[in-house]
């Protein structure tokens, strides 16, 4: 995803859910705002990026990304009833996007620092190249 003057720029698998981005992140991008989005079988979960790891040349990431319940207790609910495995993974540092494509096999997956007033949490993934 790419903001242009006049125009955004973006994959076709992260059309139609740019809605559920950040306002601010949307209107401004700023070389501070981190953006990531797993794309997986069942649906593409987009949040901000609250920590990652990359190791053995992406070949395992680690990645922690601060989003909604419901989308994390998705990825849970996934995990739990059956193998798992995320195609993309996209990350969004102010105007540039960075892309590392997968498949990788969900290793193991947790819900961090849950806010229930504003219905948020951090998701971690661990993610295995396949």
């Not at 395992?60 to 995320?86: F, G, R």
């Not at 494509?101 to 661990?126: A, H, W, Y």
Request: aromatic share 6%.
């Amino acid at each position: 995803m790419i903001q242009d003057d006049d125009r955004l720029i973006m994959s076709d698998s992260l059309r139609g859910r740019i809605q559920d981005l950040d306002q601010e992140v949307t209107e401004k991008p700023s070389d501070s705002s981190f953006v990531v989005a797993l794309e997986f079988e069942f649906d593409l979960i987009l949040g901000n990026l609250s920590g990652i790891s990359i190791e053995n040349n992406c070949q395992c990431l680690k990645v922690d990304i601060y989003t909604s319940l419901n989308e994390a207790y998705q990825v849970i609910k996934e995990v739990s009833n059956s193998k798992l495995s995320c195609r993309v993974l996209y990350l969004r540092f102010g105007n540039d996007e960075l892309c590392i494509e997968g498949p990788f096999d969900v290793t193991s997956t947790k819900m961090l620092e849950i806010d229930r007033q504003n219905k948020m949490c951090v998701l971690g993934v661990d993610l295995i190249k396949s």
